[in-house]
């Protein structure tokens, strides 16, 4: 296995037991009778994170058959590490500062869910791209 692929299985997993983790808060809004759209947060962050952890992992398995240099190779890697980390961010952030993160505006907290939100969709797009790239490549 590539050096690339076994720095994203240890990311994909921190970033995996973070989601997991998130279901600890996600659990205690849903007892806590808290409103609604604090529950949808953290049910999306508990959901989505993992999602994202998965797809590292996949990706890892298959990142050392694909036949491209290892510069593109590091550059998924990176790009969907990144994006990962972000969304640990911003995603449970959300939750706790009650704001969606949809616009740059508002007050501080807001903004910074919402970077954490551009960086990771940013990152996971440019980290998809170049994973078609790599696999178009290696046909």
């Known amino acids: 296995m590539d050096p690339s692929a076994r720095h994203l299985v240890f990311h994909g997993a921190i970033v995996l037991l973070l ?3 998130y279901g600890a808060p996600y659990g205690s809004a849903i007892n ?21 952890a998965i797809l590292m992992l996949a990706v890892a398995a298959v990142l050392s058959s694909l036949r491209v240099e290892a510069g593109v190779k590091w550059f ?3 790009s969907f590490t990144v994006s990962g980390y972000a969304f640990c961010v911003s995603l449970p952030l ?14 501080a907290s807001a903004r ?5 939100n551009a960086l990771g969709a940013a990152a996971s797009l440019a980290g998809t791209v170049a994973l078609v790239y790599a696999g178009f490549v290696s046909l």
């Open 112 to 116: 910074i869910v919402f970077a954490g």
């Open 94 to 107: 959300a939750a706790i500062v009650g704001h969606r993160g949809l616009s740059a505006g508002g007050p």
């Open 19 to 21: 989601g997991l983790l």
């Open 76 to 78: 998924i890697t990176v």
């Open 32 to 52: 806590r009778g808290v409103p609604p759209p604090v529950v949808q947060a953290w049910r999306l962050a508990h959901a989505s994170v993992p999602m994202g």
